[in-house]
Each structure stands twice: as structure tokens, then as C-alpha cells.
DNA sequence: CACTGTGACGGTACTCAGTACCATCGGCGG
DNA sequence: CCGCCGATGGTACTGAGTACCGTCACAGTG
């Protein structure tokens, strides 16, 4: 039974006190103090009061970007999808820790507001490379990396906060159900683009499966003329 | 030419500074002594140091707030897209102040967290304002609902951030352009229209692959009441 | 063993945001 | 003239965050 390590006793002692007194009522003397170690060394550890609660978005960040750079799927919308998987796996191994984070930043306005903050890095990050993924600097084209980033997110964070509130047994599957979500907005387009090119799709409802139309939809677009 | 009010003195002052010599190199002690006036003073008009840059983002949300509980419209999303026009407008109307403004958040870390959390409360009282006025407790109607919400927010900030760098000149008009697009992406693939007999048949025209739209088909397909 | 560098820690003192409280001054109606 | 009141100013405090320096344990080296 000897120590842990200076930086875990700090975030113990710190959640701990959060419980007890609640955050504005807790100072970092009194961190320090419990965890029996000087006011000095918290900052050593953690730059700010708050950064004890959220220690891990800067390393997630780059995770994040590392993820993106090197997994390459069909579609920028599938890579950033597939990316912030990383978000959610890493606050379910929190476990119980992200769900009394999450009892904290329900209460208190200033950690909420940095929650928000660190979630919109990682929104910026998925809008810049969907961005620099579709290489067109039109207009209509930005405005759209902005709604896929924004839509990703925001799925995200729905999921996660369900999960937080424990209404999710397996947020898993409800990402991937809420991405595709997402993806099927994203695949019928806004505005019915310029006709060159592209795939014309008619769909109905019949009582066969989709697989057993299959073939004949490919057929139907590879008489195309333009294809 | 006696004096403004304090309030806008202090405003002005603060600007000044800012823009001299930095934000986190201003002291409030500062900005009341340039405005002629004593500390005690500025924190009466301003609760803290960030708020003399963001003092309309309450008054705004109220705004909003009595806009979304009066005005009608067919559907919950036409009418959250009409009240962000609000805030685009206030926007506009404080005119080179918003673009000061906007200088700041783009260096200083803080103030473009406080920003976000503004918008994020913004964002918020639209999702609760869709999901109340679908009325429907669904899973997947409340993501439905947070998507729609990210997505207003997510598209008027783009139109914003393209006029307070000057890249716009008529906002106005992108804004509407900006949310018929959403309205489109919502548009298309809700549930499938009653398809109790007969035959259903949709057609669209898309750039994408017919692999990419697969797992939209699926789940229109899945989604049929039956099961 | 003595020497020395190094990294983690503790303490002190400072700046500054934000709060609490009290004193002051200038109207303004009675 | 008096008393009320709203706006202001001053003073003192708490607490976060920073800078700087001293100390101690513990390595490796002679």
C-alpha cells in the first residue's frame, strides 16, 4: 500500500473534494492539501483546476488527427465517422470516472463551457480535413464540410451523453446506427446537383429484398450513357 | 460632446486596449482608468472581464427564445432557421464591432471558448425546442432533433464567419441559401412517406457511388412500419 | 565513500479577476 | 433644509495562476 503516483493521488483527492463540496467550494490548497502534497506541485501536474477534470482531450486531439492522417476510407464523411469512435471508446474506458465528470459539468457552468471548447477542437478538426479531403474551395463545398463536421458531433455527442446518463447499454452499435444516420443524409444530395455525371438512382418499395434488386439497379446504371 | 454613459466608456476603453496592447496584457484596473473610472465600477456594468466583449449574447438568447415561442412555422426546423437570422442580424448590425470582436477571438484562446459556449447555448434551446415540437420521445427522433439543431447552428456560423472576414457581402441572402440546404438534407430521407400498399418510388440524382448509398437504402428500407 | 547532476517537490511572494462591504456624492421630491 | 436613492469610488479579501528559489532523494561516477 504504498503511493501512487503523485499526478493520480492530485485527481482522487480533487474528484473526491468535487463530491463532497462542489467545485467552487473546493480550492487547490485543499487538492493539494488531501493528496498530501504542495499547491505547488498540483500546477506541476495540471495547469489548471479544471485540467484535472479533463486531462486527456489534448492527447485525444492528436490521436485523433494520427487517426485521420493514416485510415483512409471511401469518403471523408466515413474516415471522420470511423475517427471519432476513438472519442467515445476512450470515455467508455473511463468508465465511471467520465460519468461523475459528467455529474460535475451537469452542475457546474464553467466546466460545461469548457467541455464545449474541447469539442469543438475536435469539430474544427473534422471540418478541416473534410475540407482538405474534397479539395474544393468552392463556397457550397466549405459550407458542406461544415454541416458533416457539425453532424458527426453532434451524433457523437448525443450517444455519449446518453451512455453518460447510463440510458445506452451498448453505444457502440448506437454510434454506428447514428452515423449511418448521418451518412444517409449526407448521400441524397441537397440540391439535386448539376446532372453531368454522377449516379441516377430510382428507388421503390416492392416486397422483394433490396439484394434480390441489386443487380438490376448496377445494370440500370451501367447503361448509363455517361458511364 | 459631454460623456457617453459609463457603460459605453468602458466599452470603448476596453476595445482600445485590446486592441493596443493585447487582451491578456489589459488589466481591468486598466480599462477603468482609461474610461475614468473606478474599478468597482466597471465590474457593476460588466460581471467580468470577457463579458464587456460578448454583453448582448443573454439579451440575444431571450430574443430567441420569444421568437421560437410566437412565430409559427410548418415545420420546427423552418422555424429555428428563421429565428438564427436573429443572431446573424445583430451581427450585422453591430457592424465593424463584431469584426473587432472577431479579431480578438481569433487570437485569444479564452475569448473564442466563450464564444463557443454562447453558441452552444443557443444550440441547445433549439434542440429542445425541436424535440418539444415533434413530440415524439423516440430515440431516434431526439437525435433527429440534435441533428437538425447542429445543423442550423453549424450553417449560420459559416455565413457569419464568412461576413466577419469579409468575405460576404450579402449574408442575408447566404443565410437563406445556407438553410434551404439544410432544410434539403432533412427534406429527403425521413421515414418513408405511408407506403401501406402500393408502390413507393423515389428518384434522385447523386455524385456518390451506389456502394456509399447502400446503407441509406438499407435503413429506409428497414424503416418500414411493418417491422 | 564523497561528489555531483537531476528531477520532483515545497514554500514564498507576486499579479490579477472577482466579491463584499462601506463611504461618498449629486440630484430630487417633500 | 431634509431625507432618500442611484451611481460611483475605495478598501480589503479570496482564490487562481505564475515566477523563482531552495531542498531533498537518488542516481551515476570517481
Redesign the interface.
Known amino acids: 500500500m504504498s503511493k501512487p503516483p503523485a499526478r493520480i493521488r492530485l485527481a482522487d483527492a480533487a474528484f473526491a473534494l468535487f463530491d463532497e463540496r462542489g467545485y467552487e467550494q473546493t480550492t487547490v490548497d485543499d487538492i493539494a492539501e488531501r493528496a498530501g502534497l504542495g499547491r505547488t506541485t498540483f500546477f506541476r501536474h495540471y495547469r489548471s483546476k479544471e485540467e484535472v477534470i479533463f486531462p486527456d482531450h489534448d492527447r485525444l486531439l492528436d490521436l485523433i488527427r494520427d487517426r485521420l492522417a493514416t485510415s483512409s476510407h471511401?469518403?471523408a464523411l466515413v474516415t471522420v465517422s470511423d475517427a471519432v469512435r476513438l472519442v467515445l471508446l476512450h470515455y467508455i474506458e473511463e468508465g465511471d470516472l467520465a460519468r461523475r465528470r459528467y455529474a460535475l459539468t451537469s452542475k457546474v457552468a464553467a466546466l460545461?463551457?469548457?467541455e464545449?471548447?474541447s469539442v469543438?477542437r475536435y469539430q474544427r478538426l473534422f471540418r478541416e480535413f473534410i475540407a482538405d479531403w474534397m479539395g474544393d474551395p468552392t463556397?457550397?463545398a466549405?459550407?458542406?464540410a461544415?454541416?458533416m463536421?457539425?453532424?458527426v458531433?453532434?451524433?457523437h455527442?448525443?450517444v455519449l451523453r446518453?451512455w453518460l446518463r447510463g440510458e445506452s447499454s451498448d453505444p457502440v452499435a448506437?454510434l454506428d446506427e447514428?452515423m449511418?444516420?448521418?451518412?444517409?443524409?449526407?448521400?441524397?444530395?441537397?440540391?439535386?446537383?448539376e446532372?453531368d455525371?454522377?449516379?441516377?438512382?430510382?428507388?421503390?418499395?416492392?416486397g422483394q429484398d433490396?439484394d434480390a434488386l441489386l443487380p438490376s439497379?448496377?445494370r440500370l446504371?451501367e447503361d448509363d450513357p455517361q458511364k
Open positions: 471511401s469518403t460545461r463551457d469548457r464545449i471548447a469543438a463556397e457550397s466549405s459550407l458542406r461544415e454541416l463536421a457539425a453532424n458531433v453532434a451524433a455527442n448525443h446518453r448506437e447514428a449511418r444516420e448521418v451518412l444517409a443524409l449526407f448521400a441524397t444530395p441537397g440540391p439535386l446537383p446532372a455525371g454522377g449516379t441516377t438512382v430510382i428507388a421503390f418499395r416492392t433490396l439497379l448496377r446504371i
